[in-house]
């Protein structure tokens, strides 16, 4: 979407005006105030972001805490007029409103100004973050997007794999921490099942904080039989499965033509006779 | 199994009455009224789920406990109802009931019931979630299924290398235990052999609680040594072992025979002819 | 070296006697006799481990004490014994002492001896674990071994990458380990650098118990960057690296035969023009 | 860099005298005097790193402090006499100062004359582990270097992926810790952003200490679902996509097109001409 802001032609304003020539600086990258500019607007949110990181450490907010705040309004208001000067200067506005980087651009100074309301909220403005991906446009390593779109198909590919994988784990999150909800009381830290849930997910992802332990003989045993089996599957199945795939997917392509004198199968594609019987295919 | 009640026209009863209009209903998800009944059953299934969990959270079941409780019961009766249904209209009651599906739904009513009996037990109604399993047929996701399939055959093929690993590790974790209960004493927390293979799986798993963990120099040698072994092993030996069994695999299509005639490489191990020019190997 | 005590004619004794016979029951599982004694010696050392794990729970250990300790010496004296029949039958006695199994079936016996100097160590009994083994050779499952043998032989291909491996994670371990002895001093739980390298271990096997961790600013950044970048190389570059040596693999073989009309590398095996400029290879 | 100090004729000094016998020792290892150097020196640094190692630990300090001590300064000097003597024997001193053992070989001493000025310098002296190194070029293992090499460049082939993936995680992590701050509050552990960061890389890389742990509902949810989605990517999406690409790297090679003069099939995508008839495409 963010690519179609970009590169599509009927998004640029169509008068050659003042207008044209804050698009090319705003938007694009390749002249050198459109490159300056990004650069800057880089720069600025990883200060940004350096600033309410260090704002969150009380250590720091005690003696820089004034300075801090000034800092942040100063930041978001240059972030504010940045996006309303995207606003004015693209072609149409609510395209580039509705776009990724459009909502991106918006979250990402709406926090300051709801911690007027909400005090803490500001600290969401890390948000500002996901900004920095116009750092690939800078750089010009639109290859790098293309790694990313590859990861995103193979993502997409194996959708089905995953719906299946999430409803494996969801079910047998639920009932195992259903179990251990049972098994365990509310001795041990198993108050209720969704935090039994919290912990069959901290232990099934081999997290294992440890702040929620079975301390039954019960608990210990079932919680062991289920980490070794969830370990086998996902270490030996796995690649089990990738062999498995792979194999069936050259076998595919190796149970070629039939011989029809002998009527064995699994000819190579460039045989000419039958390597059993020596009749020609 | 379940696919084999869905689709055996003998398991359908053979008179054209009410029966089998049931039968349409509750069994196949062709018909509008079969597609409703499955998308009201997996609504209902969704929701006592959810009742249960928050009836676990004692914060909901202060307030709302009587609510909860009502519709628990609701619940039940309306799946005891569906499952008496389901045993009258099918052709074969025994069959049915002995099947995969048939064996869940009894289980996901019977917690309730037992609850009255031995408190607490209405919790295990989570076993409700494998009858979501029915989701994919209501959603025509036969691919689904197949996707299933593929992982439990690809289990089925390496059985031979979950039956090793399982004995591996089962083996290995009773020594380390051992090892440990000898070395740490009951000080640090390996009060018995059995607790002691309880951390050596959480170990060995690397999911790492910290509940138990060893406080002696030998000890925590010992379960450095292990660790960085069975890391590396499962890290490195496990994709090696996946490209070794590939490259042999590939290799034992590409070496082959030579044709004494075309001097043709790359026969099959089972050629008997070449397939190129037909004359004997 | 098992195999060939067991299949080895020169090692079973010449004469066709008692000795023979005996031969025949305990090292092989081909007869009735054979098998019968195998699956009584499996039973025994299964009940053997058993009594030992159930011994170290001290509720079970202050009840049926005596009874744990009288079976303890009852199984161990029948070792004993069926160790004594082994060296006796066998053709060449010190060639089994010195086998595999020949060490571990000594070892399986000596911790009860050992214990009546030296209390606790009877709990090693469990070595007798790796004596089932021999349960591969009852249920006939020869393939197990070869899986295993696979293993083996996968491991003993990827040494040298091990072995870089292993060196690689001992010098990071030391060196990281030092860094934060000297970061984080005695307060937090990093008191020598054996102890430094023993949290290195844990948190790079990702095992983190949680018993020592960083708790100043500096040693849970190193802590952090060290995390990720360990992080990212064992789950981006492994398979980074199968995939390029499988690549690097492949065009090993696909860089064919040379055209010598045009120079063109990469002929396939079975090309018998050149695919650039048609000239006949 | 090491490789050009060593193997570059032109760094050896042109005169055939003492320095060059020097150089010959120190710098090779093909003759006798050169290797019996070489071991010498890897015993020294092996027996210098646990003489530092083992005075970390308070209770051998206490007994042998005096001896670590003097033995620390021993090997400081032979090493210092060692690098002094690699600049003085070597051509371009400059060079060799500069390169990556002669880096290292500074910092393996500099850490105990720093120890002087800032006590407890001197345990960084481990960073000598890195000189073991040269313990390749002793035992001539060549083929490790390659192993390595191979690695390096397996490495360096997927610098985007791993810049992609880098920038992914940071930006995750920095969000994540944010927004964990904003939920939980100081009461919990999460006492600034900096050290909610701290929390997500812990929890992200599955090392789970346990240190800080999400307490309230919201921040244990949003920690479930996080650690889920994280869990499915890097278990299945990271093998998905190899298999999609090694897919696409096969089909790219067995699609290819078809002779229209003998209809073969599987020509490369850089084919001019048909590899069997040598018709043109």
Redesign the interface.
Known sequence: MAASVNNNPQNKPPENNWRNTLYTIIFEADTPAGKLFDEVLILAILLS?IV??LD???SFAVIYGGLFYSMEWIFTILFTVEYLLRLICVGRPTRYATSFFGVIDLLAILPTYLSLMLP??Q??V??R??R?LRVFRVLKLA??MG??D??I???R??R????????T???LV??L???M??IE??ESGF?????S??WA???????????I?PET?LG??L??VI??I??????????????????T?ASR?SKGRVCLNCRFE???????????????L
């Open positions: 972001i309410v990181m969150s450490v009380s803490g909220s600290y969401l890390v948000i973050g996901l920095l290859q790098y790694e990313a590859l990861l198909r193979a993502l590919a194996s089905r794999k995953i719906t299946l994988f999430l409803f784990v969801l079910t639920v009932i921490g259903s179990l909800y049972v009381g509310a108050t209720s099942i969704p935090r849930i919290y997910i901290i232990t099934l992802t081999t997290v294992g904080y440890g702040d332990v003989n210990q045993a919680a062991s980490m070794i969830w370990y086998r599957s996902s270490n030996i199945a796995v690649p089990t499965g990738i062999v498995t795939s792979e194999i997917f392509y699994g000819h190579d594609v460039d045989a000419k006779f039958c390597k059993r019987c020596g009749a020609e």
